[in-house]
């Protein structure tokens, strides 16, 4: 197996960026997930509730996030250092709030334009605990991103030529691997062979990841990820085919292990 495709999301929700390379950190791939889009109170605004974060194309630079969209001027964001930070959740239903460096009012003006409503821009400076440990079975860490849950997602060729093969049974037409949001693409295993490496580790070139088991998923992947479109695939065939107590799967989760660089063409291995 090998590694096919190495993606980040600068901001929680935003166009993804495609990389070579990228460096591993405890918490996940470097620039991965370390701004998020808020709302008054302080949770999360994803593209559950708000489709047009696909027109977002931020960019990681040297202590600055420049924030892009078609029509739009590009907005430089420093990363903040003050003022103090502010406690904020990625869900509603969270127990634990972070602590959150405000990015300023420019921002913010700049971000509520674009998506129509006022939100706020956040850094997570410190990676840090959003989830109990008790919560799950995989424990993440004390160090995590703006992740739903795990720091990585990682998905294969295999198993999207099924769900593709099962959208044209239905008539459907196929859906890119862009609308599963993966950190990571694998080439060269079988279809759903991530389901039997739940708790093993996975060595990607000289890094080693423990797989947290099966990702669910949600509205976001009916979302075309070029224009923001919402359609009713690929829920409902995930829905026919790979629901397992209420919860419709497809991707896998992983924690670090170790730290380092993984870069595409790199061999992928199970232990």
């Given at each position: ?18 990389h ?25 605004v ?23 969209a ?7 964001v ?6 103090e ?37 956040v ?15 995989h ?23 099924a ?6 049974e ?22 759903w ?36 479109v ?42």
């Amino acid at each position: 197996m090998r590694l096919k495709a190495v993606h980040t999301y600068p901001v929680k929700g935003c166009h993804r960026l495609d990389h070579d390379d990228a460096r591993v950190e405890p918490w996940g791939l470097a620039g991965d997930r370390r701004w998020m889009v808020v709302d008054a109170d302080g949770v999360g605004v994803t593209q559950r509730e708000v489709a047009g974060l696909v027109r977002l194309r931020a960019v990681v630079g040297d202590g600055v996030l420049t924030l892009r969209a078609d029509g739009r001027p590009d907005l430089d964001v420093p990363e903040p250092t003050a003022p103090e930070p502010v406690g904020v959740r990625t869900f509603s239903n969270r127990k634990l709030r972070v602590p959150a460096l405000p990015a300023g009012p420019a921002a913010d003006a700049w971000l509520g334009e674009l998506l129509g409503r006022p939100v706020r821009l956040v850094h997570l400076a410190r990676p840090t605990r959003h989830i109990p440990a008790a919560d799950r079975t995989h424990d993440t860490g004390d160090e995590v991103s703006f992740a739903d849950a795990y720091p990585l997602l990682l998905a294969t060729t295999a198993s999207l030529t099924a769900l593709n093969d099962w959208l044209a049974e239905a008539g459907e037409p196929p859906v890119p691997m862009t609308r599963f949001r993966p950190n990571l693409v694998v080439d060269g295993a079988s279809a759903w062979a991530e389901d039997d490496w739940t708790g093993r580790t996975l060595r990607v070139g000289g890094v080693r990841f423990r797989a947290a088991g099966p990702c669910d998923r949600c509205v976001v992947t009916t979302t075309d990820q070029e224009t923001g479109v919402r359609g009713k695939e690929p829920l409902r065939a995930l829905a026919r085919h790979r629901s397992v107590q209420q919860k419709v799967l497809f991707g896998l989760n992983l924690v670090p292990e170790g730290t380092g660089r993984v870069s595409v063409g790199d061999e992928v291995v199970v232990d």
